[in-house]
């Protein structure tokens, strides 16, 4: 079993950066792929990014790609996103995730464990 814990969220103006963290519990963080997720008020869940287990491979929305970056560190038991170029439709509440799923598992329905989320807030 996973357990996950995002911090980073906050208030930014358009134009500019956060850093999200996800610290996971668990000792097999390093065999899972790690997505992060992102929900507007009234919108459904999106994908946003997802990172293979090996840090190899990386995958991205359109939305945020050249924007965003996810990372991680394996024996941190951490995933990372750094936002940059932040935009006021980027507001939402953003989660990771953790999937058992084959590369790039950018379903949430491929996810099995996620965690509580963090608001990011971007003002026009």
């Known amino acids: 079993q996973v357990q996950l814990v995002e911090s980073g969220g906050g208030l930014v103006q358009a134009g500019g950066s956060l850093r999200l963290s996800c610290a996971a519990s668990?000792?097999?963080?390093?065999?899972?792929?790690m997505g992060w997720f992102r929900q507007a008020p009234g919108k459904e869940r999106e994908f946003v990014a997802s990172i293979s287990w090996s840090t190899e491979r990386t995958y991205y929305a359109d939305s945020v790609k050249g924007r965003f970056t996810i990372s991680r560190d394996n024996p941190k038991k951490t995933v990372y996103l750094q936002m940059n170029s932040l935009k006021p439709e980027d507001t939402a509440v953003y989660y990771c995730?953790?999937?058992?799923?084959?590369?790039?598992?950018?379903?949430?329905?491929?996810?099995?464990?996620w965690g509580q989320g963090t608001q990011v807030t971007v003002s026009s």
């Open positions: 995730a953790s999937s058992s799923a084959v590369f790039p598992a950018y379903r949430d329905r491929n996810y099995d464990y």
């Open positions: 668990g000792r097999t963080f390093s065999s899972y792929i």
